[in-house]
């Protein structure tokens, strides 16, 4: 059965920072790449950030160079640290395997509000 576990959203102001952490039960991150979702209010879930077998990683436009995707494959972990958080960075944030979308599990996500 695969389980993800996403932890570490919360309320934050523009210009500040948080780290997500994505913990998974029934698959085996290190063997494949690993993505992070957004979905924000009214909108679509869209993939934010992604890491490849081999540690190389890709983000989308509106993140890049503020976000850094991460994993520890002792802890089967992938992490996203998201810096000069903007309020478009708010929404609820997911973590799955790209090959492993189409079955259509999620995990509960993790709200990230970033408000003053």
């Known amino acids: 059965q695969v389980q993800f576990v996403e932890s570490g959203g919360g309320l934050v102001q523009p210009g500040g920072s948080l780290r997500l952490s994505c913990v998974a039960s029934?698959?085996?991150?290190?063997?494949?790449?690993v993505g992070w979702y957004r979905q924000a209010p009214g909108k679509q879930r869209e993939l934010v950030a992604q890491?490849?077998?081999?540690?190389?990683?890709d983000y989308s436009a509106t993140v890049k160079g503020r976000f850094t995707i991460s994993r520890d494959n002792a802890k089967n972990t992938v992490y996203l640290q998201m810096n000069s958080l903007k309020p478009e960075d708010t929404g609820v944030y997911y973590c799955?395997?790209?090959?492993?979308?189409?079955?259509?599990?999620w995990g509960q996500g993790t709200q990230v509000t970033v408000s003053s």
């Open positions: 890491i490849f077998i081999g540690d190389s990683t």
């Open positions: 799955n395997v790209p090959s492993f979308v189409a079955s259509g599990y």
């Open positions: 029934g698959i085996i991150f290190r063997t494949d790449s």
